[in-house]
């Protein structure tokens, strides 16, 4: 019967309990605390996820991803011109001034000027805003008896032929001043537009053009060439070849592309002025491969914009979750489900590397004072103090000032942060272990192990400490989770990670508009969400622990 009963103990029983060692009861407690095996469970996944599944997705935590929209884009802008163009003849280099002074020769009526080179010129209309300039060589010649000067006067015209050579003059009252002229340039309001992008125009080609436009002939000759003039009115007009073919288009307005590498035909520009003649808001251009755009016609004072929707590479941004992105991308186009597994590392790691750096100086500040007292004890009590007088919220943003302005990089910023944290953080740790050790010191074991020579340092660290590490791992356990919300607090703040490197906490930062907040909230609740469970675990491991090592639990 005896052996029976033996045989039906439970690991519970009291007579059982007492074989078992400390620690085996000590893990026989926590493995009944089912938070705590919950909790567990929770951290191994979370470790799995930052770590093994950031080695396993085929993304990087910065890779952008792109997409393709129809976005309306600027293509072209006109605007009507209001400066004067020169358009010089061949092997004639004007002087720089030269427009500057055609404007005021035009505006003040007075068709004669000299340039800073000493070189004088003149202007003789052929149309409206249409003149020839003339380079001009004064001479004492009197020609107010010629032909040619008579006509010109009847004609009201300042140039005619005399003895085979192109005369200018001048009259003021009574007094007739004869330049001989040579024509050196072309100067009218128009654009002159190619319809193939390297074609050149001569001169005589602007010249002749210019003039037939003026007396509204349909025909005129270049060099041989017979070019057809089709007037929309006055001041533009599409010119043809001897073959029918589009040549070039002249108009009073400046038509270019704002796109590089495109080349406006004289077709696209002619329904440009067309449309804005009309004052529509749109139109359409059938283009060379058969393709009808729609463009839309914008006007700020006498500028147009001319745009046009086409397909465009676009960051991915906010792209809400597919086979693709699981969880969706972020406002830089990045995979948030790589990013929360890198960010995880960074979260995690903060967290242990931060309690192991409060660990060691918390100890070692905690188990000196405990241990000597005295003046040692209340001189390293008052340094305690005075880290705990420190505000911890105004050093973050002092120091994140400090790291932004001298541009530390994502890494060092990382290791940067998990020291300010355990400088701010370890007093805690110091004092419980200062504690535990007040109580210990005084025992009966520790005067043994005085009597038998052992050092101080082996007393400490040796017989001392390891009785204070079930409250420190208690301790440390719990104060995980606070860390972690400590770090994803700076992250918020923007004191913490910066971009590109990631954190659960900078992903949350990311999110800093309502609109955002409130229509991408597979941006945020992911990240959130990691953050509650993982400090949420921390605590149900500690709560666990704490009942673990308590001596007065039975169960």
Known sequence: MEEKKEQKMKLDDAQRVRVLSPGMLVAKRFFRNRLAIVGLVIIVCMFLFAFLGGALIPYSQSQVFYTTDEMKKDYAGATYITDYQTFPAENVKLPKDSNSKTILAVTTGKLIFTSKEDRTFGLSP?????????????????????????????????????????????????????????EAAVVCQRSFTPYEADTVFPYA???????????????????????????????????????????????????NSVVEGVFLTPAFKEVVREAIDAKVETFQYQDENGGNDKYILERKNNQYTIRRYQETKVIDTYASPSKEHPVGTDANGMDLLARLMYGGRISLLIGFVVVIIELIIGVIVGGVAGFFGGWVDNLLMRFVDIIYCIPAIPLYMILGSIMDYYQVSATLRIYLLCVVI???????????????????????????????GISVRRRIFKHLIPNVIPQLIVFATMGLGDIILTEASLSFLGLGIKYPAASWGSIINAVNDSYVMTNYVFVWIPAGLLILLTVLAFNFIGDGLRDAFDPKMKR
């Open 205 to 255: 080609f602007y010249c002749n053009v210019l003039k037939a436009m003026g007396d509204g002939e349909t025909k005129v000759i270049v060099d041989g060439d017979t070019y057809t003039i089709v007037q929309d009115d006055e001041s533009s007009a599409m010119i043809y070849n001897a073959s029918g073919k589009e040549y070039a288009y002249v108009s009073d307005m400046n038509i």
């Open 126 to 182: 052929i149309g409206e805003g249409v003149y020839i300039m003339y380079e001009l060589i004064p001479e004492e010649k009197d020609l107010s008896d010629t032909d040619g000067y008579l006509q010109a006067a009847e004609d009201e015209t300042n140039v005619f032929e005399a003895d085979g050579q192109i005369w200018l003059y001048e009259a003021d009252g009574t007094d007739v001043t004869f330049y001989e002229a040579t």
């Open 422 to 452: 355990s400088i701010i953080g370890w007093v805690g740790i110091a004092r419980i272990v200062r504690g535990q050790i007040l109580s210990l010191r005084e025992q009966e074991f520790m005067v043994a192990a005085e009597a038998t």
